[in-house]
């Protein structure tokens, strides 16, 4: 989507769905920022939205709240539990707060440098979770449109992203940024549903 275009969708939806528009940034994980992203993992908030990760998380800035900041946005050098308990070498990428003068969320972006595929463990280059006290504000979708430049500089051209087909405010922040369908993953099990698949042009 051409940038003009994306502009004044996000700006019509701050217009007709959310009133006066509220600002979000993004902004790297901090010592100084880190006591609100305490405070949403205190309230059962989970940045991974596979696996609850406050309880492990607390744990780990308890013990070391600069070794935790280091290993959050050092992906390369990260090991990843997954939803199965198999622990993998996380990819390279960024990971973001979104901010208002406090903490809202967070926002990451993972790849492989140099090709669009990603192991099949990955399901999109990203992900996105916002508390549930900032929710409803389009914070989720300036958060996703700020990301795209971030990405096209990083080298991608795309990003895919994914979403739970029952996920009715995900799929409306992937489309309001340009998400064009690509078709949906099969469920992983019986108990799982289909996942949603789009490619979003970072450079448009
Ligand atoms: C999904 C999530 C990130 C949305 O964040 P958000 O900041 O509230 O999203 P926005 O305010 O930008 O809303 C985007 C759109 O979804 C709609 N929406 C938001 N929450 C909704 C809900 N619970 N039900 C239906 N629609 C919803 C908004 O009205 C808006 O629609 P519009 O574009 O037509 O105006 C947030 O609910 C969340 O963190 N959920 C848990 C984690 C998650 O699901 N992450 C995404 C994984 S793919």
């Known amino acids: 989507m051409h940038a003009a275009r994306r502009e004044k969708q996000l700006g019509q939806h701050r217009v007709l769905r959310h009133g006066p528009e509220i600002a979000v940034s993004l902004v790297d994980p901090s010592l100084d920022r880190l006591p609100g992203y305490i405070a949403a993992l205190e309230a059962g908030w989970s940045p991974n939205t596979t696996r609850d990760v406050s309880g492990?998380?607390?744990?780990?800035?308890?013990?070391?709240?600069?070794?935790?900041?280091c290993d959050l946005v050092e992906h390369e050098n990260r090991i990843v539990?997954?939803?199965?308990?198999?622990?993998?070498?996380?990819?390279?990428?960024?990971?973001?707060?979104?901010?208002?003068?406090?903490?809202?969320?967070?926002?990451?972006?993972r790849f492989v440098p140099g090709t669009l595929d990603l192991p099949p463990h990955v399901s999109g280059h990203l992900g996105y979770a916002v508390?549930?006290?900032?929710?409803?504000?389009?914070?989720?979708?300036?958060?996703?449109?700020?990301?795209?430049?971030?990405?096209?500089?990083?080298?991608?051209?795309?990003?895919?992203?994914?979403?739970?087909?029952?996920?009715?405010?995900?799929?409306?922040i992937i489309k309001t940024n340009g998400g064009i369908a690509a078709g949906s993953t099969p469920p992983p099990d019986q108990a799982g549903e289909c996942k949603l698949l789009f490619w979003i042009d970072t450079a448009a």
């Open 56 to 69: 492990e998380q607390l744990a780990a800035i308890r013990q070391d709240a600069g070794k935790f900041l």
């Open 131 to 172: 508390v549930p006290w900032k929710r409803r504000l389009g914070y989720a979708t300036q958060a996703l449109a700020l990301l795209l430049p971030v990405a096209r500089d990083l080298g991608l051209p795309r990003v895919l992203v994914t979403c739970d087909a029952s996920n009715t405010a995900s799929c409306r």
């Open 81 to 109: 539990t997954l939803v199965d308990g198999s622990r993998v070498p996380g990819l390279p990428g960024r990971v973001f707060w979104i901010w208002d003068g406090a903490f809202c969320g967070a926002i990451n972006l």
